[in-house]
């Protein structure tokens, strides 16, 4: 959004005096690769960020049961002032309670799309919810400690390096980006596989961080596509072929 609103910002302000077709493609250009980089990417990196954070406080800092959430608090706090000081990008309009109304629409000819899209996003996030619910046992069972930021890296080895697969990939078109972050995410699973039956906790993490770079590449395809997809004068995005 930073990315695209920048970008907005400076298509107005040459609007009166022009702009040089070559510059306007690499802004633009500039944009498109990287917004959908960070919009796909930005969740699953803050949640590892979190848990690491949250592991040193809990940890290493006085009062652990209670410390984590007084600074979530005290940062919630803070980002409420900030988003009241920010200006409002749209217009007002009456139907609020109307809006609330759960609506399900899938554009005409893009349900096969949404279905790749759909899928993807739902496979890879699902490794992630593994990750988050057994990476205290796996600490504690094959590492032998019940540290926090430990169990905070082992739940991190799998999403901490997403955003590097949405920029290795993002010169690729983005079926293409999808189908090689998948095919190297289905690889990466079976890896992460064979290291827990091996008992193997430094190859599990290894493997772990290629599956969150595939993941990366794979949902940053994902959001590219569909939003090549939803402008009408886009090339046309293939969903990758099962």
Do not use: K
């Not at 848990?51 to 984590?68: D, W």
């Amino acid at each position: 959004m930073l990315i695209g609103g920048h970008d907005a910002r400076y298509l107005r302000r040459r609007g009166n005096a022009g702009l040089h077709p070559g510059r306007e493609r690499r802004v633009l250009a500039r944009g498109l690769a990287y917004g959908p980089v960070i919009t796909s990417n930005a969740p699953p990196f803050a949640i590892p960020l979190g848990a690491l954070i949250s592991g040193v406080l809990v940890q290493y800092v006085p009062a652990p049961r209670t410390l984590v959430f007084e600074v979530i608090a005290a940062a919630l706090v803070i980002l409420a002032a900030l988003l009241a000081l920010c200006p409002e990008t749209v217009r007002r309009t009456p139907g609020a309670l109307a809006s609330l109304r759960p609506r399900v629409l899938v554009p005409r000819g893009q349900g096969r799309l949404l279905f790749a899209v759909g899928a993807a996003l739902v496979g890879t996030w699902a490794l992630s919810g593994f990750y988050q619910a057994l990476s205290p046992v796996l600490a504690a069972d094959e590492l032998g400690t019940r540290n926090a930021l430990v169990v905070a890296l082992v739940f991190s080895s799998i999403v901490v390096l997403s955003p590097i697969g949405g920029l290795m990939t993002g010169r690729l078109r983005p079926a293409t980006a999808m189908r090689v972050g998948l095919v190297l995410f289905v690889v990466a699973t079976a890896g992460i596989l064979v290291a827990l039956h091996l008992a193997q906790i430094w190859w599990f993490l290894a493997v772990s961080a290629v599956a969150g770079i595939a993941q990366g590449s794979a949902n940053a395809g994902c959001a590219r596509c569909w939003g090549r997809r939803r402008r009408p004068t886009a090339p046309a995005c293939s969903p990758p072929s099962t």
